[in-house]
């Protein structure tokens, strides 16, 4: 519940994957919540894994730059991500890339 709710702060943002849809299944002993997020074609990891070179110095420069981005909108909102990582970076249809994973994040409470 503690992922879900820190998604709904970052709805209008692009560079986090959007959650479309909350499904819950109270079917059997245990209820279960199914979230439904936008479809992102790839996974940072799996395109640094399969390049048989280095990236380029304008691409990387793209991706750090959209990173920090996703990183200063939830520090505003004083959220700690705490599992930014290649196969938690997603990219979309456009290129752009989306923060995902937010199982480990927690909003600050030291202020």
């Known amino acids: 519940m503690r992922e879900i709710s820190l998604l709904r702060q970052l709805v209008n943002h692009e560079q986090f994957v959007r959650l479309l849809d909350i499904l819950e299944d109270d079917q ?3 209820k279960n919540i199914h979230c439904i997020f936008e479809f992102c074609e790839k996974v940072l ?4 894994n399969k390049r048989d070179r280095a990236l380029t110095e304008d691409k990387a420069r ?7 981005i996703a990183v200063d909108v ?3 909102k004083m ?7 290649p196969d938690n970076i997603l990219i979309d249809s ?6 995902a994973d937010f199982g480990l994040a927690k909003k ?3 202020l």
């Open 28 to 30: 059997g002993p245990t």
């Open 45 to 48: 990891a799996n395109e640094l």
């Open 62 to 68: 793209r991706i750090i730059k959209d990173l920090l």
């Open 79 to 85: 959220i700690m991500h705490r599992d930014i990582k």
């Open 94 to 99: 456009t290129g752009r890339l989306k923060l």
């Open 74 to 76: 939830l520090h505003g």
């Open 108 to 110: 600050a409470s030291f």
